[in-house]
């Protein structure tokens, strides 16, 4: 669907050579060159500026500073990236692309005044600086927040545009947001020292994409204030459409209770998760990394295990071991408590899917139909209304089917 006129934010309308009259709705790419010559940069404030990458890499794409305002409700939005992805985002700042859900919740800059005070505040934390705390209760499933991004930036930008151009543009991309923003981008946490912008990143920003899955760091004011766990209590749900992060509660939330995001992938022992942190320079004092020495090998042992039966099950439905149906069942029943005790609900995800492709594995349908819809729900819950995540699901759905199909024909 790369060529049809109606998604260009997803496609890269824009840099198609001999683009034909039908597309002519989708944004162009805008440089700093073609916005002088043409004197229009819309939907941009300002002429683009940019930078090439560093000579010493290989011919690279020209990065462009992007700056839009108003960005819901009155704020800013920077964006360094390149300009046929700038131009394949312009559909994402239209106010219009936020569905109402997004626009009603508490914490939505599009809200309208007087609704519900959101459901955290931000204070301080023992030894983790500030924090996100529940000022309610929030049930699974829960939208705890929305938010959106400051500061978008091409993930290339840090390795391929030398320091100096790349401190330029990073500073001049704060510059040109509001006043408010950039006051509150220069409260976010510092952990790594160094000049304060890039530490600002260095310890704030999380993954996000642009256009067909490219690779942008984001800035999220509010989203940046969780603290990380080992054990999370939310996981983060971004549109690519929107720019929105929504964060979601993934268990019960009790009033007083810090909300937690896990910074690494979930599921790691402590080693590994000590290692994964290192990236972000600061040693976890989560619940579970301070517990003691034989209370963190028991987790560690339970998460091995874990890792373990799904290793198991996979080459079970990949064929390259055999299994039977009583030992699938069995492991099943066991993921689920280790889940529990590691309270790793985001996990059930992956391992729903390969339970299921175990059990069609080994013929017992009834139960891979059951494992297919958990998991089913489970991706529409953590996908949202996203439908490209979901087609991998699809396809299993698909598969046993046809499975299914077949059992009743013979
Ligand atoms: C994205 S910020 C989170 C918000 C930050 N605590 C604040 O005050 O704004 C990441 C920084 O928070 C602190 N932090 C987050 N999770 C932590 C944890 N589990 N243990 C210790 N420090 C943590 C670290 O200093 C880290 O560099």
């Avoid at 890499?57 to 700038?86: H, K, M, N, W």
């Avoid at 049930?139 to 330029?168: N, Q």
Wanted: charged share 25%; with cysteine.
């Amino acid at each position: 669907d790369i060529l049809d006129p109606t998604v260009c934010s997803l496609g890269f309308h824009g840099s198609l050579p001999g683009i034909s009259p039908e597309f002519s709705a989708c944004p162009l790419p805008i440089d700093e060159d073609s916005a002088f010559d043409t004197g229009s940069f819309s939907p941009w404030k300002r002429r683009p500026y940019c930078v090439e990458p560093a000579q010493d890499d290989a011919p690279g794409p020209q990065f462009c500073l992007y700056t839009f305002e108003p960005f819901r409700g009155d704020q800013g939005l920077s964006v360094i990236t390149t300009p046929a992805l700038a131009a394949s985002m312009v559909d994402a700042l239209d106010d219009s692309v936020v569905p109402p859900k997004l626009r009603d919740h508490p914490s939505s800059f599009l809200v309208a005044e007087g609704q519900r005070s959101p459901a955290y505040v931000i204070k301080d934390v023992p030894k983790r600086g500030k924090g996100l705390v529940a000022q309610r209760p929030i049930k699974k499933w829960d939208v705890v927040l929305v938010d959106y991004p400051v500061l978008l930036t091409h993930m290339d930008v840090f390795g391929a545009v030398d320091d100096e151009s790349r401190a330029d543009l990073l500073e001049q991309a704060l510059q040109q947001l509001p006043k408010t923003q950039q006051d509150e981008v220069f409260s976010l946490a510092r952990s790594t020292g160094g000049e304060p912008i890039e530490d600002i990143l260095r310890t704030n920003i999380f993954g996000v994409e642009l256009g067909l899955e490219i690779p942008h760091s984001g800035l999220y004011p509010i989203g940046s204030r969780i603290n990380h766990n080992c054990s999370p209590n939310v996981f983060w749900r971004y549109s690519v459409k929107t720019l929105a992060v929504e964060v979601i509660a993934m268990r019960d939330i009790e009033v007083g209770e810090e909300i937690t995001q896990s910074y690494v992938p979930l599921g790691l022992s402590y080693k590994d998760r000590k290692e994964g942190l290192n990236n972000w320079s600061f040693t976890c004092t989560c619940p579970l990394c301070a517990a003691s020495k034989s209370q963190r090998a028991a987790s560690d042992n339970r998460r091995e295990r874990l890792l373990d039966i799904y290793h198991e099950l996979n080459d079970g439905a990949a064929g390259k071991i055999n299994l039977t149906e009583p030992a699938v069942m069995e492991m099943t029943s066991e993921m689920e408590e280790l889940i529990h005790d590691e309270k790793l609900e985001a996990q059930q995800l992956v391992y729903y899917g390969v339970v299921a492709r175990a059990f069609m594995r080994v013929g017992e349908l009834v139960a891979a139909r059951k494992y297919v819809e958990l998991c089913e729900d489970l991706w529409v819950r953590y996908a949202g209304d996203d439908q490209d995540y979901l087609a991998g699901m699809y396809q299993l759905r698909h598969e046993l089917t046809e499975r299914e199909k077949k059992a009743i024909g013979s």
